[in-house]
């Protein structure tokens, strides 16, 4: 079986000093999710998730590391997939989508975030970077 190997970050922003998660929609399906993408010949994770998150929204962002949640899944073409996500708080809530992948992007608070995010697995992501944040932040 082949694994595909994926980097990627749950992109934040505090407002009000409560995080507004940046949810993106697949220009492809009706899938909402955060951004991630194949780690490339010569990165690593981290590299990935901060290309992957320039790519997607045109924003410059940092990886804080010490947030990282692993997702795996197995893929309808048999393929198993393996993410790495990690935390990115950003200043700037301005998006340029890259049409070719994404369609739509939405800042909302975490209970609504849960309810939009397509996957139980992403949810559970999503629960535990802001059980993390909730820490850091009180």
């Known amino acids: ?11 934040y922003r505090m407002v009000n000093d ?5 949810l993106e929609k697949s220009a492809t399906s009706d899938f ?11 990165e690593n994770l981290v590299q990935a998730a ?13 990886i804080d590391e010490n947030f990282n949640y692993v997702v795996e899944y197995d893929m309808k073409n048999g393929h198993h997939k393996t993410v790495t996500f990690y935390s990115s708080k950003v200043d700037t809530e301005t998006v340029k989508l890259q049409k ?5 992007y939405v800042w ?17 992501a999503l629960d535990a ?8 932040h009180s």
Request: charged letters at 35%; a negative charge; glycine letters at 8%.
């Open 100 to 104: 070719e992948e994404i369609s739509e």
């Open 50 to 62: 901060v290309r992957e998150i320039k790519e997607e929204t045109g924003i410059d962002a940092t």
């Open 129 to 136: 970077i802001n059980s993390f944040l909730s820490k850091k």
């Open 18 to 22: 409560k995080p507004r998660y940046l």
């Open 1 to 11: 079986m082949v694994t595909e190997i994926d980097g990627g970050a749950i992109v």
């Open 32 to 42: 909402w999710g955060f951004p991630k993408g194949h780690v490339e010949a010569g």
């Open 108 to 124: 909302l608070e975490y209970d609504q975030a849960r309810k939009m995010v397509t996957f139980d697995n992403l949810k559970v």
